[in-house]
């Protein structure tokens, strides 16, 4: 985790605007060729971001993507990655937090963004992150049969679950 | 006696060349049938992923599917004789082309387009059905990533050759 040298590499007003709103939660950030960076704490999802929202020099309407990613090595597993960008503002941030295995949860930001519901189901099917307070967390690219969380580390990418009785068995190493 | 030789000799005083009821063509029932079935094939474009965009050029004018009568895409399965699995199949989906095809009617025929529809592509994974044989029963295989649509026109052609050739139950 590297932090910007305060003396010799000054901050974008992006990055020093969210860490003086965010103050207190804050577990560190990075910036680099103009991706601003802002590492925070799980539990302060849900009104971190608001804040990123409601305020006038940042106004960050636009969720463009939220997803997870497994560090399978890390006693806190999972790091959930939101991408925000300001339609008004042109400038975006992202905000990472962890969560660890045994709890995998983290407030939802769905009362503020529609597009985080799709975007919160898909994280759910992918890598078992719950996220509390979504109104509808279920599966979305997976069908209801299918066990377990593919796309964690040590989940093995050839094991098929399959619906249906194949009427062969090939001779591909994904095939049954 | 050969296909669409005349039964009587014309030009004769008794049948007259342009005697219209004086001529006969002989044939067998399944070559009618064939020649029928395989000129006018009405398409099920089961399309699921990126072949769907070739399929499109295709059918479009420039490479043309109606010369070959292929042209009328039917998206009911009761209504549609030519299963064409466009794209990859996934284990969400194989339920619903397991079902689709069993709701059509006999006779009917399923091309396979495309690597993924194949074979499974250049996915190997948990969630990509490796070829769409492994579902339903396959005729002509195409493949590609995506097949040029002279390929998949050529398909069709030999698609029209087996149905010439094959059995029909009438």
Same mark, same amino acid.
Not at chain 2, 17 to 44: E, H, I
């Given at each position: 985790?590297? #932090?910007?040298?305060?003396?010799?590499?000054?901050?974008?007003? !992006? +990055?020093?605007? @969210?860490?003086?709103? *965010? /103050? %207190?939660?804050? #577990?560190?950030?990075?910036?680099?060729?103009?991706?601003?960076? !802002? +590492?925070?704490? @799980?539990?302060?999802? *849900? /009104? %971190?971001?608001?804040?990123?929202?409601?305020?006038?020099?940042?106004?960050?309407?636009? +969720?463009?993507?939220?997803?997870?990613?497994?560090?399978?090595?890390?006693?806190?597993?999972?790091?959930?990655?939101?991408?925000?960008?300001?339609?008004?503002?042109?400038?975006?941030?992202?905000?990472?937090?962890?969560?660890?295995?045994?709890?995998?949860?983290?407030?939802?930001?769905?009362?503020?963004?529609?597009?985080?519901?799709?975007?919160?189901?898909?994280?759910?099917?992918?890598?078992?992150?719950?996220?509390?307070?979504?109104?509808?967390?279920?599966?979305?690219?997976?069908?209801?049969?299918?066990?377990?969380?593919?796309?964690?580390?040590?989940?093995?990418?050839?094991?098929?679950?399959?619906?249906?009785?194949?009427?062969?068995?090939?001779?591909?190493?994904?095939?049954? | 006696?050969?296909?669409?030789?005349?039964?009587?000799?014309?030009?004769?005083?008794?049948?007259?060349?342009?005697?219209?009821?004086?001529?006969?063509?002989?044939?067998?029932?399944?070559?009618?049938?064939?020649?029928?079935?395989?000129?006018?094939?009405?398409?099920?474009?089961?399309?699921?992923?990126?072949?769907?965009?070739?399929?499109?050029?295709?059918?479009?004018?420039?490479?043309?599917?109606?010369?070959?009568?292929?042209?009328?895409?039917?998206?009911?399965?009761?209504?549609?004789?030519?299963?064409?699995?466009?794209?990859?199949?996934?284990?969400?989906?194989?339920?619903?082309?397991?079902?689709?095809?069993?709701?059509?009617?006999?006779?009917?025929?399923?091309?396979?387009?495309?690597?993924?529809?194949?074979?499974?592509?250049?996915?190997?994974?948990?969630?990509?059905?490796?070829?769409?044989?492994?579902?339903?029963?396959?005729?002509?295989?195409?493949?590609?990533?995506?097949?040029?649509?002279?390929?998949?026109?050529?398909?069709?052609?030999?698609?029209?050759?087996?149905?010439?050739?094959?059995?029909?139950?009438?």
């Amino acid at each position: 985790m590297t #932090t910007a040298d305060g003396g010799t590499d000054k901050l974008s007003p !992006v +990055l020093e605007a @969210a860490l003086s709103l *965010l /103050e %207190g939660q804050v #577990t560190g950030y990075h910036a680099f060729r103009g991706d601003d960076t !802002v +590492l925070v704490k @799980a539990s302060h999802r *849900l /009104e %971190g971001t608001r804040a990123l929202k409601d305020a006038e020099g940042l106004a960050f309407d636009l +969720l463009m993507d939220t997803t997870v990613v497994d560090w399978p090595d890390d006693d806190e597993r999972f790091e959930v990655v939101d991408h925000l960008f300001s339609t008004k503002h042109h400038h975006r941030l992202r905000v990472k937090y962890r969560v660890t295995e045994e709890d995998p949860s983290i407030p939802s930001i769905t009362p503020l963004y529609g597009s985080a519901n799709w975007m919160e189901r898909e994280a759910w099917d992918m890598f078992g992150v719950k996220f509390a307070g979504h109104p509808d967390l279920r599966r979305i690219l997976l069908y209801e049969e299918f066990e377990g969380f593919p796309l964690r580390k040590d989940y093995d990418k050839l094991d098929a679950q399959p619906l249906f009785e194949p009427r062969y068995h090939g001779t591909r190493e994904s095939d049954g | 006696m050969a296909v669409g030789d005349p039964l009587v000799q014309l030009g004769t005083p008794e049948a007259p060349a342009d005697d219209f009821k004086n001529k006969v063509w002989t044939t067998r029932v399944d070559a009618v049938l064939g020649w029928a079935r395989k000129f006018s094939l009405f398409q099920y474009p089961f399309v699921t992923a990126c072949c769907g965009m070739e399929f499109m050029a295709v059918s479009a004018n420039h490479y043309d599917t109606d010369r070959f009568g292929a042209a009328l895409p039917r998206f009911s399965p009761r209504q549609a004789d030519m299963l064409m699995i466009v794209g990859t199949i996934t284990h969400k989906q194989a339920p619903v082309l397991r079902t689709v095809y069993e709701q059509m009617c006999d006779p009917k025929w399923v091309v396979a387009v495309g690597a993924c529809a194949v074979s499974g592509g250049f996915y190997q994974n948990y969630t990509s059905v490796a070829g769409a044989d492994k579902v339903v029963p396959v005729d002509v295989y195409i493949p590609g990533c995506p097949p040029r649509p002279e390929t998949i026109l050529d398909a069709i052609l030999m698609l029209q050759e087996k149905i010439q050739n094959q059995h029909h139950e009438v």
